[in-house]
């Protein structure tokens, strides 16, 4: 896991064609906005966040964010512990996002 800043992120997004934009937010907080093609998994399933990310191909490199960077650095950790070799965490999260936002 490495904590990136956001032009950081967005530079290793994209430059890799094998990434996925992992958003772990509450729907409440997703309802807001979203960045845009992100995948959406509420870490506070507890065991269901578990059980969702255990079916994510662990060949990918995820780039993950929450509303400030917290719970996104602590997914990462969780994956890393899962098996996922390639995660990186948007410090700052949502809240300080600057680019594209859509809705789900």
């Not at 906005?33 to 060949?59: C, M, S, W, Y």
């Not at 070799?85 to 600057?98: A, D, K, P, R, V």
Request: charged share 20%.
């Amino acid at each position: 896991m490495a904590d990136l800043t956001q032009h950081e992120w967005i530079s290793k997004l994209k430059a890799d064609n094998n990434a996925i934009v992992l958003d772990v937010r509450t729907p409440e907080e997703v309802a807001q906005g979203i960045i845009p093609n992100a995948l959406h998994i509420d870490i506070f399933k507890g065991q269901g966040f578990l059980d969702e990310v255990q079916q994510l191909d662990r060949t990918k490199t995820y780039f993950v964010y929450c509303k400030a960077g917290g719970r996104s650095g602590q997914a990462c950790a969780v994956m890393n512990q899962l098996g996922f070799n390639q995660t990186y965490n948007l410090l700052g999260g949502f809240s300080e996002w600057q680019g594209e936002v859509s809705s789900l």
